[in-house]
């Protein structure tokens, strides 16, 4: 897949979560096969405000690369400018959030709210591709509602501004994350474009990339939720599209020292105490389905401190032995 200038080199990428998507879970998803990864959105007003916490989003590790980092809001003049200040971080790509269904997000005009405006997304996307030294991608949904459907009008009104891809999330803001996934809107979109289309939405098997691949014609394949507590997900996805080869799942074992590699990882840029709070979530879905699971995630609710994640995972291999 070719965005722009630059060669992705694979068909399946991590999706940009906030509060998930940090600098140590991007680098597990890269090591487990993920072509490209998102950052966490990043508020453009923020950004042109000088706030410490949306610099610090940005950071990122050449380990990493191929990066695009995301940015939010609903201001052209505002996002040209932010735009410009992240090109001092050198990304590969720069990515314009249109899919965020969070209320405060949302609520405030940004994120999936700019699907109600498709003339906005255009000078949006305009006015990041001209402050911008790399290409610019663009993130969107079906649309806000079954009454505003605007998927395919948005996504050629962003190609004509000069976006160089397009990721479709098949629902509306009205869904949110509960019915399955529009596959027909990602298929139509990829019938109206040119650019690069890459589907995102219920992809949590190698099964559900290949449906993803085979009924919309996308380019490539996001993987969002599947991913959480379970970056190897990419290594399994890769090995089925390539040689349609099953990979065994990771021992109990296997997946609590991921768990811990994450945390350490977390802990050295992030410091222990901020660090071990944001793994409590990311504990309880390595969790997942394990003997134990309820007890366990509550325990992880506690956690303070790394020896605490450590003591955690040795409880969970010896319950499941």
């Not at 050449?62 to 201001?75: H, K, N, S, T, V």
């Not at 890769?238 to 977390?266: C, D, F, I």
């Amino acid at each position: 897949m070719k965005i722009g200038k630059v060669t992705i080199d694979g068909p399946v990428v991590a999706a940009p979560m906030a509060g998930v998507s940090d600098r140590a879970f991007r680098e597990l998803c890269r090591g487990y096969g993920a072509a490209l990864t998102f950052g966490e959105m990043v508020s453009c007003k923020g950004l042109v405000y000088r706030d410490r916490k949306s610099r610090e989003l940005l950071a990122f590790g050449d380990g990493e690369r191929p990066i695009a980092l995301q940015l939010f809001g609903d201001d052209p003049q505002v996002m040209g400018q932010a735009a410009e200040m992240v090109m001092a971080y050198q990304p590969e790509l720069l990515d314009i959030n249109m899919g965020c269904p969070a209320p405060k997000i949302a609520g405030n005009g940004c994120g999936s709210a700019l699907m109600k405006d498709p003339e906005l997304c255009g000078r949006i996307v305009e006015a990041v591709v001209k402050a911008s030294g790399v290409p610019v991608t663009v993130k969107i949904r079906k649309g806000w509602d079954e009454e505003t459907v605007t998927a395919v009008e948005v996504a050629q009104i962003c190609e004509e501004a000069g976006a160089a891809a397009v990721t479709v999330h098949g629902r509306t803001r009205a869904q949110m994350y509960a019915p399955p996934a529009d596959l027909s809107i990602i298929r139509q979109v990829k019938a109206a474009v040119k650019i690069p289309v890459i589907g995102n939405g219920d992809v949590y098997t190698p099964a559900d990339a290949a449906r993803m691949l085979e009924e919309t014609g996308c380019d490539g394949v996001m993987v969002g939720r599947g991913a959480l507590g379970a970056p190897w997900v990419f290594r399994e996805i890769n090995a089925w599209l390539k040689h349609e080869t099953v990979v065994p799942y990771p021992s109990v074992t296997e997946r609590m020292l991921v768990m811990l590699r994450q945390g350490k990882l977390a802990c050295s840029y992030k410091g222990e105490r901020v660090a071990i709070r944001e793994m409590r979530k990311h504990a309880g879905w390595y969790m997942r389905g394990l003997h134990g699971a309820p007890g366990f995630r509550a325990k992880a609710g506690t956690l303070t401190e790394y020896t605490d994640l450590e003591r955690l995972a040795e409880e969970v291999i010896r319950a499941n032995a």
